[in-house]
Structure formats: C-alpha cells, structure tokens
C-alpha cells in the first residue's frame, strides 16, 4: 500500500477516473466501493502515522478531498464528512488510549464514521440542542435524538454532540463531544429520509439512550466551546476543497460540452452569452482553487496543539466557495439544456448536490450575518472607520491590491437591519476573496495572469452589484 498522501492521491485519481459510470449512478455507492477505497489507503491521509495512518499535512488531506471532488460531489462530502468530522477531531482532541483504539479499529474493520450535531428542533442554534448527557458509573448516560447526519444508518463510529444536565436538571451551556458506537445498546437509528440530492449518502433520524465511557468525552487544553469551534471552523474550511474540485470538472464538462454542441449552425462557443457563461465559471473555479490553497496553508500553520483558528477567515472562505459552487453547478446545467437536467451525469447531480452546502456547517445567511457583525463590531470596539482598516486587523487575510480602490474606503457603518448586514457581509466576503486569489496567485509556480485577472473581475463586479443594492436600500430607506 502506498505510503505518501500524495501517492495514495495519485492511485484514487486513477482509480475513480476508471469508474465514473459507477460514480454517476442516481441509486450511490455499493459498500464494496467503500471498501475498495480503504484498500485504496483513502482514509489514512486523515490519520496519523502513529495510528496507522500517512497524516503529515492538512493541505495534503484537502488535496485528497478535492480530487475526490472532481469525479464526484457525493465521494468527496463522504470523505469529508468522516475526516473533518469523526477521524480529524478524534485524533486532535480524544485521550490518547482511545484515539489509538479507535483509528485502528477505524482502518482494520474498514469502516465508516460521522457527527451527529443537528437536532429535529435544533440545527443553526447549535447551542440550543437538547441531547444531554450525566456523570453515571465509570462515564455518562447520553439521550437524546439526532437527524440528518451524512452517513445515518451505515456509520458504524460517530462524534456526538450534548450538553451537560445539571441536578436541577437544566441544561449547562456548554457543548461536548462523546464518541458513540452503532452497535452499543440503546443506539437506535429511526428511519432514513429521502434527501433531494447527495443520495448516495444517507440520512436519517436516530435516538439514543447510551452508556458512554469517560475517555469517550473529547476534551481540549482549553475550554469545550474552543474544541467545537475549532471543529467546525476547520470543517467550514476545508470545504473549499470540495468546491476546487468540484468547479474544476464543471468547468471541464462545460467547456467540452460548448465546444462540441452544434445550435443554429454554429458552436455554442461561438455566442457571447455562453461566452459570459463560460468565463463566470471559470472565474469560480479560480477563486475555489485558491481559496483552498489559502485555506490548506492557514490550516498547515494551525499545526500541533488545539488552537481556536480564525474564524472570520473560516466564514469567508466557506460562503464565497459554497456560493460559487452553485453559481458554476446552475450555469453547467443551463449551457447543457435539457442533457444537464439528468441525475445519471455530473453536471446534472451538482445542480442539486451543490445546494446543501450552502446550508450545512453554517447557514450561510447566518454566516454572512456573522462576517459583517463581527468586523461591525471590531470597528466599532476600536474606534476604525473603514473597511479596509478594519481587515487590516485580520492579518492572515491578505489585503486586496487594487487601483481605484474604493471599496478599501467604504465606511463600517452600524447596520441596523439584517437584511443590510448580510448584504455588507456577502460584500465583505467577496472583498477579502480579492486578495485571497492574489496572494495565491503571487506564489504560484504557473502565473496564469488572465485567468487570475479574470477572477477578481468576477469579485469586483459582485461587490458592485451587493454595494449597489445596499445604496439602493438605504435611498429607499430614507427617502420613504
Ligand atoms: C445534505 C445534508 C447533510 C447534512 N449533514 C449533517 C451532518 O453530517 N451532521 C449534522 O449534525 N447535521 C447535518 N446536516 C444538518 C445541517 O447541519 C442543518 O440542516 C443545518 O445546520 C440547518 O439546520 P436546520 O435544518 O435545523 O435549519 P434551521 O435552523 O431551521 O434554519 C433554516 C434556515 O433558516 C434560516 N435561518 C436560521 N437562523 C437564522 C437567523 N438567525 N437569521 C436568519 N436566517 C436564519 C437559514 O436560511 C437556515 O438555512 C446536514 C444537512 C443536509 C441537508
């Protein structure tokens, strides 16, 4: 078996490039595809060698996912979910008896694992949730009712989340982590529900009444709000990988496609629109690469001990990604006509495989709300007046280099309403995603300086359009 992750990522792109009829079927992945790909090494890119594993870099397991991307939207949120989710945080943050039994029994019995946060009455507020967990015996009884987990009903290790119950039997507020088995008593998994898309992954409502044992509970150097935080903004993250790879094959297909589909007489190619169409998904597919790039590096310098990374950078790089995504899955559909509306190809699946992302691991809406409260509130703690002193703060967001720049002026405003706020937050997000794809490209071994000038054309001319929206509120507001 391979050694490296670069090799293993080598033998999976090889691998899957040889069976995409089997990737694109509507009905999913047979379990023996799971089995071929821990033969395959896939999952010991996520584990360390200690453990059996060949971990070294987080870059190089976002490599591994956004090639996985590339043959199939479906295979790489598989992956993702299982590392950043389970294997990822198991090896950061549970006692190390149980991290090494764990990721072993993980990589012997080739199995399959996920995280278990979102509740039927709780999913953004994840604070809220009612899955509670007491001090009994050697451990903690755990209860409670989780839905729409990736994997539900097949994932044998799971990460799940719950707050304390007190004696009065309120809810403490902190959240914890408990690592939970399938096939342990009173561990009972419900029904599955007929997702819209992402099918070959499944979902589902499951109930448990567990006995948990004490090294079961993750725990970090600092606070358990810290572990969470740190889970998800490194899973918010690292979805950029995703959204490269995936933006990639749809730029692939949809280039292929034009040049070949012959509409009155002539190429599509040859029509300005499809032009228009072409150049907005390649602009997203530059921005997802380098925003993956970007974020590989953030998470490569978060090495060693438990640390909170940023979580502004976090936010950003997943909304812009997400978004950009599905901008790119509904133009590959649009160019394809009737032969994108099929669930057996992948432009077809990624028109509706590409929309959850947008609300998993963060609603955006939610985040983008977050983005602009947060800097509106740094802005106002420190007395800064613009936008782009206010990024300034954020050091590891690299500061966009432009002429004419007057965005880098526009004034932090309080936002009184949300609408506003999310609109500034998108405006933000697009900004700082500038001089991502700067920063990026300014290293890069191949400058690929049209493709690059193309891309922050694209950003600029979405920050435009959301600061031109926002004027037009506010005349609307104060001319009423
Ligand atoms: C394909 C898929 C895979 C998933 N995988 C997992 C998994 O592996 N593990 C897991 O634990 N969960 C998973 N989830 C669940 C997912 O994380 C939740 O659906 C998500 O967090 C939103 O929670 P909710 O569905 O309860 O929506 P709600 O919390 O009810 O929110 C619905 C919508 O309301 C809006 N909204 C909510 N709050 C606000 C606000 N404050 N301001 C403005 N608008 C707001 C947002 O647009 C939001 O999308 C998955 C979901 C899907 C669809």
Redesign the pocket.
Known sequence: MNDTATGIRAELDSFLSGCHPLLDRPEGFRRDFVDQLHDLGAFRVFIPPEHGGVYRRYSESMALVSTAAYHSLELS?MLG?TSS?FLMPVARYAPAETRGRVLADFLDRRLLA?????EPE?????MGIQTNFRPEGAGYHLQGA??????SGVGEYWLVSARKARDTGALGRDVDFFIVRSDQPGFQFDHFYP?A??TS?T?GLTRFDVQVPAENKLCGPHTNIRVMYDILNRSRISIASIAAGATRRLVDEAAQWCAGRVVFGKPLTAYEQVQHRLAAMQAAGTVCQAACTYAGALLDAHQGPELFIEMLAANIVKVTATDLLQMAAHAGVQLRGGQGFRRDHYTGKAFTDSR?FQ????????LY?AIAAQLIGEARKLGLATLGETLARHPTLPAPVMAADHLRDLPMATEDS?VDRVLFGKLISRYACIGIVQQVAAAEAQPRPELVASAIDYLRAECEGFQNERTTRFRARYSA
């Open positions: 949120l979910i989710l996920g995280m278990m946060m979102t709780y999913g953004t507020n994840i989780k839905h729409w987990a990736g994997l997702a898309g992402l992954i979902y959850p609300i998993f691991e963060g609603s955006n809406d939610v709300e949300q």
